[in-house]
């Protein structure tokens, strides 16, 4: 193995290392059994070693891989939902939550209920991203993120709201 390859090898394990976690929650949002979230995992890995060598620290790090990894996940979601609207109407909502995990599982739900670009949006916002980073991701501006941020927080409100407070707004 020569220098160079070694030096990839090293830097690709550098980065799931640090972003396997983050990259899991990804796959988890996306898939919901197992097998499937591993197999996205995988195709986000090759895409990620694939990418590696024309990293060119245009961005960081940090950015770069989230850029890969959404593209990678919202072509599978394209790819998987071609003509269909996964979009779960309102009404639909989980009941409410008495612990954390509970809330976690809710608003994983609430996650796969959105459209590809709002779940997208809502990942990289979960991750901690800031505005700006997510922009880069997104490829969109920054003023254009930070409107869907506040859309998609109004959206997720609605989705988490229990039955009883949605059924009474609409009487």
């Known amino acids: 193995m020569n220098a160079n390859s070694q030096q990839r090898e090293e830097r690709f ?7 396997a976690p983050a990259l899991r929650r990804l796959c988890a ?41 959404h593209n990678v996940a919202f072509t599978d979601a394209a790819r998987r939902e071609r003509g269909q609207n996964k979009e779960a109407p309102i009404e639909e909502a989980p009941p409410q939550a008495t612990t954390d995990q509970e809330q976690r599982a809710n608003l994983l739900d609430a996650v796969r209920r959105l459209a590809s670009m709002e779940q997208q949006l809502a990942l990289l916002y979960l991750e901690g991203l800031t505005t700006k980073e997510i922009a880069e991701v997104l490829g969109i501006t920054e003023g254009n993120a930070a409107v869907r941020l506040t859309r998609l927080r109004q959206r997720l409100a609605e989705i988490l709201k229990p039955k009883e407070t949605q059924h009474e707004r609409s009487r």
């Open 13 to 19: 394990q550098d980065l799931l290392d640090n972003y």
């Open 29 to 69: 949002a996306h898939r919901r059994e197992a097998q499937d979230q591993q197999d996205l995992f995988q195709e986000i890995a090759v895409a990620l070693w694939t990418a590696l060598p024309n990293f060119r620290g245009d961005s960081s790090e940090r950015t770069w891989l989230y850029r890969i990894a």
